[in-house]
């Protein structure tokens, strides 16, 4: 199923996604008692929001070979975790602003991201599938340049705006054969599958809940092939991933 957060007018509202109809259900479709409401609206009407408002984004580094090979990194020999806080997440067409007192250096991440459905801690993973409700898109938006000159990732991945999520939640999907593009002003500079990934989903789901207890609406942004590149003011980025759809935004 896809599930979507949406604006219309003033009022948040949840809903599932069919073709081009959303039917509005009562509650967050992160709660299990959520009905079908009778309002339905078309796509093209409503704001898509972020699906998911996460308490905390956990970003993996290096996680498909080619992108470490182009970084000049080493290969790491468990997952490299850093965090991104809530408040860099921004929806599907919404801007991505660019800090340019502060960084001369800005590059989109087109990744997979992993939404967490129930409370996860010290899960195996075999088990790992049971604690994950679906599957976006995410933009990890990353200041090279700082990446590179401070030695922690925090300031780099961090800034307001450095995390569009959505546009939907695909509940129905193998995550392990996906494929995953990323196009700038039109260009296919990001082209991979998921199948290439170091650590896969649930490799990383059973590995970050060994260290901190993931949330219902969590995110897990899975890393990035290679063809990272810059972004400038004015562009516009659009990362496809198999089955789930595309994510775009604009750069001012
Ligand atoms: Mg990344």
């Given at each position: 199923m896809k599930f979507v957060r949406f604006q219309t007018y003033s009022k948040i509202r949840y809903g599932i996604l069919e073709g081009e109809d959303v039917f509005e259900i009562s509650d967050n479709f992160l709660r299990d008692n959520f009905k079908k409401l009778n309002s339905r609206f078309d796509l093209a009407d409503i704001k898509l929001l972020s699906p998911v408002e996460p308490s905390k984004i956990i970003g993996i580094g290096l996680n498909y070979a080619e992108h470490i090979e182009e970084l000049k990194f080493k290969k790491p020999e468990t997952p490299v975790m850093f965090l991104k806080p809530s408040t860099t997440v921004i929806s599907h067409l919404d801007y991505i602003v660019y800090p340019k007192r502060i960084s001369k250096r800005v590059d989109y991440e087109g990744e997979l991201a992993v939404v967490i459905g129930k409370r996860a801690k010290n899960v195996k993973i075999d088990e790992a599938g049971n604690f994950i409700f679906g599957y976006t898109i995410i933009?990890?938006?990353?200041?090279r340049d700082l990446q590179s000159s401070d030695s922690q990732w925090t300031r780099a991945k961090g800034f307001d705006t450095f995390a569009p999520i959505g546009p939907l939640i695909e509940t129905d999907l193998e995550p392990t054969n996906l494929n995953i593009k990323t196009l700038l002003n039109g260009e296919i500079k990001q082209n991979s599958n998921t199948?290439?990934?170091?650590?896969n989903v649930y490799e990383l789901v059973s590995f970050i809940s060994q260290t901190m207890t993931l949330l219902p609406g969590d995110v897990i942004a899975t890393g990035t092939p290679k063809g990272v590149g810059a972004i400038d003011i004015g562009d516009e980025i659009e990362i496809e991933i198999e089955n789930i759809g595309k994510l775009k935004n604009s750069v001012r």
């Open positions: 933009n990890d938006v990353t200041a199948s290439n990934m170091i650590f």
